[in-house]
């Protein structure tokens, strides 16, 4: 008998020990992300309210990079690839995509800066990024990203030595394709061809 309740006693433990870790591992994702926006680490951008009011004379280079994951389907593309820009200054950026496949496709991107270090003064006033992006068959549309470079990276010692700083986004296919699914429904109650010359978005 008393083998038996201590095998209960563990088996009991061990569940409720599974259950915490899963719940930890559940929280850790929001979690880490809210560190990441909040240090910068990584490369990870801020999110800002407002447009900077303040310019500095410092002049930086901001490099444009993009990236595709193969099973999107999608061409993704700086429309230009550097600019110098003052810190403080207010800037507006595009890429473009194009869907070159035969489906409506959702996709979504994610994005970083480089050198890490610099993730923490980069702020994005309004992105492409912030929302899902829906393109049906063909489809070829400008993303707009409005960003500028906080003013306090001058009295941080540790980024005098940046000259230049890197946005990077890689497109993926988003898991939720029920919006693609609607879009293509509608498509075909209509009578279309699928083919739009705007694109639909969906906050995350």
């Not at 880490?32 to 951008?45: A, P």
């Not at 303040?54 to 595709?68: A, C, H, P």
């Amino acid at each position: 008998m008393r083998a038996g309740r201590k095998n209960i006693r563990t088996l009991a433990f061990l569940g409720a020990f599974v259950a915490g870790m899963g719940g930890l591992a559940y929280a850790s994702v929001p979690l880490y992300e809210i560190f990441c926006r909040v240090t910068g680490y990584g490369g990870t951008t801020q999110v800002a309210a407002a447009e900077s009011n303040q310019v500095v004379e410092r002049t930086l280079k901001i490099r444009f990079d993009s990236n595709v994951n193969p099973a999107l389907g999608w061409a993704f593309d700086p429309v230009l690839r550097s600019m110098d820009l003052k810190v403080g200054e207010n800037a507006l950026a595009f890429y473009q995509a194009e869907n070159e496949t035969d489906d409506v496709i959702v996709g979504t991107a994610t994005f970083n800066v480089t050198p890490d270090k610099a993730g923490l003064y980069f702020n994005k006033v309004e992105c492409f990024c912030f929302t899902e992006q829906v393109l049906k068959p063909g489809q070829r549309v400008d993303m707009p990203v409005s960003f500028f470079i906080d003013p306090s990276i001058v009295e941080d010692p540790n980024l005098d030595d940046v000259t230049t700083i890197t946005l990077s986004y890689t497109f993926f296919r988003a898991e939720d394709q029920s919006a693609a699914e609607r879009i293509e429904q509608a498509g075909l109650r209509a009578g279309g061809d699928g083919r739009a010359n705007t694109v639909d978005q969906r906050t995350n």
